[in-house]
């Protein structure tokens, strides 16, 4: 398997442009999760999803921010409007089993001007 | 929120020191973590401990885990150039959440 794969690596678009994070996680993986890295505070969890079902959105900083899972091999994260303050790198990641080892994408390095 | 903290922020040592991490939690943890990530990359996995266990090892990677003081550490022994990173813990909740809870890192350097 390729591992958890991200798209794009890097985004830059303006304020008020709506963005989408593409990941597609590895294959038998049940969870799937979607991170924020700042220096300011650190790694956060957004959302997460089972078996392609949203467990828990309460990361999920503000209603600009949404996420989708239609299938067990995509998952979308979105922001519409983007603002600056949503610049950070995104991860996604999956783990086989809840709270097991999480492996995660290479990140999308998102900057909004 | 923050669930693990590691101490320090940040380290720098020299090639074939040991270095030695520290990170402290606050609530009751089914497992804990430990990542590491090179610079502008993803994270990756390099061990877990369980909360009924009490140290564990992998190649030069030696993890401890004390539940009474909430806190583990992480011991890279006989360093390399290579080490350079940061270093995360990751705490799997005790309760109902399926999801880690990331500490914000400690940044090791190994100077030649």
């Known amino acids: 398997d390729a591992g958890v794969i991200q798209s794009p690596r890097h985004e830059v678009t303006e304020m008020g442009q709506e963005v989408t994070l593409r990941c597609k996680p590895i294959?038998?993986?049940?969870?799937l999760f979607w991170y924020r890295q700042t220096m300011m505070r650190g790694l956060e969890l957004l959302i997460y999803?089972?078996?392609?079902?949203?467990?828990?959105d309460s990361g999920m900083p503000e209603d600009r921010f949404s996420a989708k899972m239609p299938n067990a091999s995509f998952s979308t994260l979105k922001i519409q409007p983007s603002e600056p303050r949503d610049s950070a790198v995104y991860f996604c990641?999956?783990?086989?089993?809840?709270?097991?080892?999480?492996?995660f994408g290479q990140g999308t390095r998102l900057t909004v001007v | 929120s923050q669930q693990g903290e590691e101490d320090p922020q940040a380290l720098s040592i020299q090639e074939g020191e040991n270095a030695t991490m520290n990170c402290s939690y606050k609530?009751?943890?089914?497992?804990l973590q430990w990542y590491r990530q090179n610079s502008g990359r993803g994270l990756v996995h390099l061990i877990l401990?369980?909360?009924?266990?009490r140290e564990k090892h992998s190649g030069r990677l030696r993890v401890t885990l004390d539940t009474s003081k909430k806190s583990s550490s992480l011991l890279i022994t006989a360093s390399r150039a290579a080490d350079t990173a940061s270093y995360f813990c990751?705490?799997?909740?005790?309760?109902?959440?399926?999801?880690?809870?990331f500490g914000k890192g400690t940044h090791l350097i190994i100077q030649p």
């Open positions: 990641a999956s783990s086989l089993v809840s709270r097991a080892e999480a492996f």
């Open positions: 999803f089972n078996n392609n079902v949203p467990i828990d």
């Open positions: 990751a705490t799997g909740s005790g309760g109902g959440a399926d999801g880690l809870t």
């Open positions: 609530t009751s943890i089914n497992n």
């Open positions: 401990i369980r909360s009924n266990e």
């Open positions: 294959s038998g993986h049940d969870y």
